[in-house]
């Protein structure tokens, strides 16, 4: 499935515009009906793609304030947010099915004349919204064989709507990516993934792969994923007692830090025999959690469950009594972690008691301990753990792949203990436009070449891949041009490892236009804004934009009245007015005349464009 069309009659700065992504139809809707027609075969596209995704991209550009990410989040936002938006938005969204003149439309606030009168006058009247699918008969222009659309009718379709939060004056979407997809009757799924949740692993490979190209002495490969020790017990502002801290949640660091107050000429710890900056490093890790874990038992309602009626489901999962705390009991300290975490579910948790998903949560803490015992000793100290990037193995069941398994993995709890992930982690000497790049992709990667639907009893193997219409708003930003230049190309690479059989659409707004040159001009949606504000789409492009050169792009692609910075233009123009203005009087020429002409002589090689150069250099000839 895939959208060839959208009809907006009014979203936010968008009024009465419509868009078609389609080479195969050209549909309008008026007067509250839809028509269509055959377009003939884009023999030029064809001979470019072929049946690669790549014929499916459209880029969005234009001016800030256009409406670029209006129209993607139009397109991307979840069913609730487009629910919640009948009362004020109007549009609609036309897919084509695979079945031979079959098509599905989603629309809110609009009638379609053979569409909206099968849903009954009272549900119209209270929802005016919902998805449909038809068959359009070409030769008569007409639909039939409507009907409300169904599960099986989504034909394992869904929206993956990228973006950068950051960007956002107010991000209208919650700070967490969709894990899953779910099927809903009135509109096809979405899936809100930003760039900065993308997997870590796969960040790790994009990394890495960028790094590679580096010399081995290179600054470059000093770039380190990095984890550190205090990360959640100060989230909370409430303090335990001071004794249950000296007995139960004592650190390597509280110590030291005492050790230095009580004897201030001391230069050095001492530690007990034995300990390491890697046991040391990793007590305290794990002490951190404890010590969250434990300011939240304080927060719970303690006669939980039994002032709702019912005494609790208690299993005992290797400790003494869940329903209480495991103060100045003698615990290892991941004995106290599951124990914390068991007390947590036992007074949050209606249905599964003691074993919920704080449980869960603490067993990939302990696994994550686990994971980190395994790793070489050199990279850690008494506060971190640092692994080059260069040196991390991501084969199947080595420690750091395990590790970010665990990470990755990761769903927030209900109580709210971790809401947006388990452990806090950054990367070392990479760059923003770096870390874009690596977030980007992995993005990418995760949803449209990893992602696939598996049946029960299914392996990952077996599983196939979705039907995606993949949104990418300016992913491209903080990149360096260079990036930008061979980003449309390096999309084509990774969406190559798809499953030929899936379908693919990407819709991108961007900024940059070296992309532009790597497409051709009926791919390419120009968006504009008038006096008032409002949007104005344009897709009419007769200018050719593939292997253009940039300067043209620039001023055409990207609405420049001029491709040289206003600063620059502003003083040649002021000076060639002058220059030209001397050619009259040329006989007639003062002391500051003659050192007008002198400085642009100066400055004449230091300008860039060679067509000025000499145009100037015409003009000067021309006076002496």
Not at 173 to 178: F, I, L, P, R, V
Not at 410 to 418: H, K, L, M
Request: charged content about 25%; aromatic content about 12%.
């Amino acid at each position: 499935m895939q959208l060839i069309y959208c009809y907006i009659n009014r979203f936010r700065n968008i009024v009465e515009q419509e868009l078609c992504f389609s080479d195969r139809y050209s549909v309008h809707y008026e007067n509250e009906k839809l028509s269509f027609t055959y377009k003939n075969p884009d023999i030029a596209k064809d001979y470019i793609y072929g049946s690669n995704f790549m014929r499916n991209l459209h880029i969005i550009v234009g001016k800030t304030g256009s409406g670029k990410t209006n129209l993607l989040q139009l397109i991307g936002m979840d069913q609730w947010e487009r629910m919640h938006s009948t009362k004020t938005d109007a549009y609609l969204l036309l897919y084509k099915m695979d079945a031979r003149d079959f098509f599905m439309v989603e629309f809110v606030g609009l009638t379609i004349k053979g569409v909206t009168e099968h849903i009954p006058p009272h549900k119209f009247r209270k929802e005016k919204y919902g998805a449909f699918k038809f068959r359009y008969d070409f030769d008569s222009c007409t639909i039939s064989d409507v009907s409300a659309m169904q599960h099986v009718d989504m034909e394992n379709t869904c929206v993956i709507n990228t973006f950068d939060r950051h960007a956002f004056a107010h991000c209208p979407y919650a700070d967490e990516k969709c894990e899953g997809v779910e099927y809903e009757q009135d509109f096809l799924p979405r899936m809100i993934s930003p760039y900065e949740r993308s997997s870590a692993s796969i960040e790790c490979e994009y990394l890495k792969d960028y790094l590679s190209q580096f010399p081995k002495e290179s600054m470059k490969r000093n770039a380190a994923f990095v984890v550190g020790w205090n990360n959640w017990q100060n989230v909370l502002k409430n303090e335990l007692d001071e004794n249950l801290l000296e007995k139960d949640y004592w650190t390597y660091k509280s110590r030291a830090e005492k050790q230095h107050i009580q004897n201030l000429k001391k230069e050095t710890t001492l530690y007990p025999k034995g300990s390491t900056p890697k046991t040391r490093f990793l007590h305290d890790l794990m002490t951190d959690f404890a010590i969250y874990l434990r300011k939240w038992a304080d927060c719970v309602d303690e006669k939980f469950p039994q002032n709702i009626g019912h005494g609790g489901y208690t299993q005992y999962e290797g400790v003494k009594d869940p329903t209480i705390l495991p103060d100045f009991e003698r615990l290892s300290i991941l004995k106290r972690i599951n124990w914390l975490c068991q007390y947590l579910d036992y007074h949050t948790d209606e249905i599964t008691g003691n074993k919920g998903l704080i449980w869960q949560i603490g067993s990939d803490i302990i696994d994550i301990f686990k994971e980190l015992e395994k790793m070489d000793d050199k990279y850690f100290t008494d506060e971190e753990f640092s692994i080059p990037v260069m040196e991390i193995d991501l084969s199947t069941n080595s420690p750091m792949q395990q590790f970010f398994e665990r990470i990755e993995q990761y769903r927030p709890d209900e109580v709210g203990v971790f809401t947006k992930e388990l452990l806090p982690y950054h990367w070392t000497c990479v760059s923003s436009g770096e870390y874009q790049y690596a977030k980007v992709w992995g993005v990418v990667e995760e949803y449209a070449v990893r992602v696939k639907l598996m049946n029960q009893h299914q392996s990952y193997k077996e599983a196939r891949q979705p039907n995606l219409i993949v949104l990418m708003d300016e992913p491209e930003s903080y990149m360096h041009p260079e990036m930008c230049r061979q980003f449309i190309h390096k999309m084509s690479q990774i969406l190559g490892q798809r499953n030929p059989d899936a379908q693919l659409q990407v819709l991108l707004s961007t900024h940059s236009p070296f992309m532009l040159s790597d497409v051709l001009s009926e791919q390419v949606i120009k968006m504009d804004f008038n006096e008032l504000g409002l949007c104005r789409i344009s897709q009419n492009i007769e200018k050719p934009y593939f292997a253009a050169n940039i300067h043209s792009i620039m001023a055409d692609g990207f609405f420049l009245q001029y491709t040289i910075g206003e600063q620059a233009r502003m003083f040649l123009t002021e000076k060639f007015a002058l220059f030209k203005g001397m050619i009259n009087r040329k006989d007639h020429l003062d002391k500051l005349d003659i050192q007008e002409i002198e400085n642009m002589r100066e400055l004449l090689p230091k300008i860039g464009d060679e067509i000025i150069r000499h145009s100037f250099e015409n003009l000067l000839n021309a006076i002496r």
